[in-house]
Nanobody
Framework: QVQPAESGGGSVQAGGSLNVSCTLSGNIFRSTCRMGWYRQSPGKERELVSRISSDGTTNYADSVKGRFTISRDNAKNTAYLLMNSLQTDDTAVYSC????????????????????WGRGTRVTVSS
């Protein structure tokens, strides 16, 4: 029914930067309580990279803290993940996830659960 759309992936040299985007329909984006970025690479399980709540609170995985920055632009119905100082270990498919409705109530309000997922954008970092 609803699927976030990611873009901005590509191939870069180690040390470079990429800014990936996640766009959702406006009426849903404005009602989300939480947007998250996940990634998955060959041989590894999907992992949470970063998330941002509707009040602007952010969280980062230890492996990317200090290098990545998550943000959201309500006017553009878009969440971003700016990735600086990219390393080869950052190579993965990056997927966007959104939480809204029942996923924003009760115990789920502060959880890391999502009801809508994008298909992902690939990021390849070479040395």
């Amino acid at each position: 029914q609803v699927q976030p759309a990611e873009s901005g992936g590509g191939s870069v040299q180690a040390g470079g930067s990429l800014n990936v985007s996640c766009t959702l329909s406006g009426n849903i984006f404005r009602s989300t309580c939480r947007m998250g970025w996940y990634r998955q690479s060959p041989g590894k399980e999907r992992e949470l990279v970063s998330r941002i709540s509707s009040d602007g609170t952010t969280n980062y995985a230890d492996s990317v803290k200090g290098r990545f920055t998550i943000s959201r632009d309500n006017a553009k119905n878009t969440a971003y993940l700016l990735m600086n100082s990219l390393q080869t270990d950052d190579t993965a498919v990056y997927s966007c996830a959104a939480a809204w409705g029942s996923y924003c109530t009760g115990s789920r309000r502060t959880s890391d659960e999502y009801n809508y997922w994008g298909r992902g954008t690939r990021v390849t970092v070479s040395s």
